[in-house]
């Protein structure tokens, strides 16, 4: 079955920028879209169709792709930036089959 | 404003069917392009994506369960059903369902609060 590799874990210090990868086979081909979750709550979207922010999400958030790893960075990193990150996207397979990553969980240190 | 709420049994024995409600507001599977996915999260683990019903009527399934899930959609009543059958403890999780296809953000742009779901 698919994959989305993603790193457990890491951490960041406030006001320093964090890069969180996402690796997968059919990346090159297929839009990653990143979540947000907190404990205890639901995600929310915080970049689709790779590089693309929904209303309302601090321009601190943005992402980036190549090849095979799409990449968000958040800039300025915030205090209420500590939660666990999750990449999505499809396989090649031609039929709508959605994939999340293992997600990262930020620290703020 | 857009809402979605997951209900259903918060317990539920081995081998037993679970069925899960999702009533949603501000948004109508009628639209074309318009979705409800289902996702779960089992205890201190990641997301998982199960199952998407479209406006349509198509539905789409994860390959490694699609034997034990369906789902439907009532949209007069605004809601869309999942069910998973021959539970097991590892389907331990909170399920969460989704609104998807809005505009040009295309996959799970509101999510519910989600509802636990334990197997015992």
């Known amino acids: 079955s698919y994959e989305l590799a993603q790193p457990p874990s890491m951490s960041t210090a406030p006001g320093q920028t964090a890069r969180i990868t996402c690796s997968g086979d059919?990346?090159?081909?297929?839009?990653v879209y990143w979540f947000q979750q907190k404990p205890g709550q639901a995600p929310v979207l915080v970049i689709y169709k790779d590089t693309e922010r929904p209303p309302g999400i601090p321009a601190r958030f943005s992402g980036s792709t190549s090849g095979a790893t799409v990449t968000l960075t958040i800039s300025d990193v915030q205090a209420e930036d500590e939660a666990d990150y999750y990449c999505?996207?499809?396989?090649?397979?031609?039929?709508?089959?959605?994939?999340f990553g293992g997600g990262t969980k930020l620290t703020v240190l | 404003q857009v809402t979605l709420s997951e209900s259903g049994p918060a317990l539920v024995k081995s081998t037993q069917t679970l069925t899960l409600t999702c009533t949603f507001s501000?948004?109508?599977?009628?639209?074309?392009?318009?979705?409800v996915a289902w996702i779960r999260q089992p205890p201190g683990k990641a997301l998982e994506w199960l199952a998407l019903i479209d406006w349509d009527d198509e539905k789409f399934y994860s390959a490694s369960l699609k034997t034990r899930l369906s789902v439907s959609k009532d949209t007069s009543r605004n809601q869309v059903v999942l069910i998973m059958t021959n539970m097991e403890p590892v389907d331990t999780a909170t399920y969460f369902c989704?609104?998807?296809?809005?505009?040009?953000?295309?996959?799970?742009?509101?999510w519910g609060q989600g509802t636990t779901v334990i197997v015992s």
């Open positions: 059919a990346l090159p081909r297929q839009y």
């Open positions: 989704a609104r998807a296809g809005a505009g040009a953000i295309e996959t799970m742009d509101v």
């Open positions: 999505q996207s499809s396989d090649n397979s031609g039929v709508l089959n959605w994939v």
């Open positions: 501000g948004f109508s599977l009628n639209t074309v392009g318009m979705s």
